[in-house]
């Protein structure tokens, strides 16, 4: 499994479950199945129920009658839980953005590191493509895109430069995109840029965060009392909304209040501050080095 996948921050996190033996629990991003694996080896009588949009997942499956495989993506959690007949979970874990097999595999296009088709969909079956966005966004779209999910100061530059790269040939391949932008990239902070960049357009070909607000709104709703929601995000803008549904139940900087003026507070954080990989775990796994893990119990 660590083949497809490395878990980052496996024992924090699944502790942070504050698993019951007879529990319902979600793994939301199954991935390689490490968080999956771990959680079953503690679970006696209880189940467990994987997500996962990459088909390529389901060929990396345990066995038993404690494990229930979704092929999906996780912001219809509700809807597929409820085929199952769950209507509410014990706990939920979920590992963010895109797992090590995305990126050790070139021909995804997920990576500037390797030449490949401009893909980035996480699931296949997907009508959007990077190869689309890249070419068929009006620059003043993708300029909104480069600044709001890659948090990049030049957004405006680095579309116009697609643009006009694009007007004398079709942006194809990853190998292309870095041409497009080559003259805007910083040489003392190249791969920082670069991973911004790449990261805004897979935001926005998987509809990441709108999935991930889905999910957690789901979620919220779906846990017990005492139930714990346990998240890995990679980036600031996850982060970011990780943090406020956990202190506020929504997305947003601002509470939700009643018409009394009382706020809607449905968790108790565990985490004031977010747990981080020692330097051992940074070593042997270079990616769970910007990985952030919050935790939080339904009250």
């Known amino acids: 499994m660590s083949a497809y996948h490395i878990p980052v921050l496996l024992k924090e996190s699944v502790d942070g479950l504050n ?76 590992d963010l953005g895109v797992s090590s097999h995305h990126f050790n595999t070139p021909g995804r296009g997920f990576t500037y590191r390797a030449e490949a088709a401009l ?53 194809m391949t990853t190998t292309q995109l870095v041409q497009s932008i080559e003259a805007l990239i910083p040489r003392q902070s190249e791969n920082q840029f670069l991973s911004k960049v790449f990261q805004a357009i897979r935001i926005e070909v998987n509809h990441e965060l709108e999935s991930l607000n889905d999910m957690l709104t789901s979620a919220t709703g779906m846990l017990k009392p005492g139930g714990r929601l346990v998240i890995i995000s990679y980036h600031s803008l996850e982060d970011r909304m990780v943090k406020n549904f956990m202190r506020w139940g929504n997305s947003s900087e601002e509470p939700v209040k009643d018409v009394f003026g009382h706020s809607f507070e449905p968790f108790r954080v565990i985490t004031r501050k977010p747990v981080v990989a020692d330097e051992t775990e940074v070593m042997d796994n270079p990616r769970a080095r910007s990985a952030r893990l919050r935790i939080a119990e339904k009250k």
Do not use: C, W
């Open 19 to 94: 698993l019951s033996s007879g529990g319902v629990y979600v793994d939301a991003t199954y991935g390689g199945g490490g968080h999956s694996v771990e959680i079953l080896r503690r679970l006696e009588n209880g189940r467990l129920f994987a997500f996962d949009q990459d088909e390529d997942a389901a060929k990396n499956l345990p066995e038993g009658d404690k494990f229930f495989f979704i092929q999906g993506n996780f912001r219809f959690l509700k809807n597929y839980l409820n085929y199952y007949g769950i209507t509410d979970i014990d706990g939920l874990i979920a």
């Open 119 to 171: 893909d980035m969909r996480m699931n296949r079956q997907g009508q959007l493509t990077a190869e689309m966005v890249v070419n068929d966004y009006e620059v003043g779209r993708l300029s909104r895109l480069f600044r709001e999910y890659g948090e990049l100061p030049q957004a405006h530059k680095l579309a116009f430069a697609i643009g006009q790269y694009r007007n004398k040939q079709r942006i």
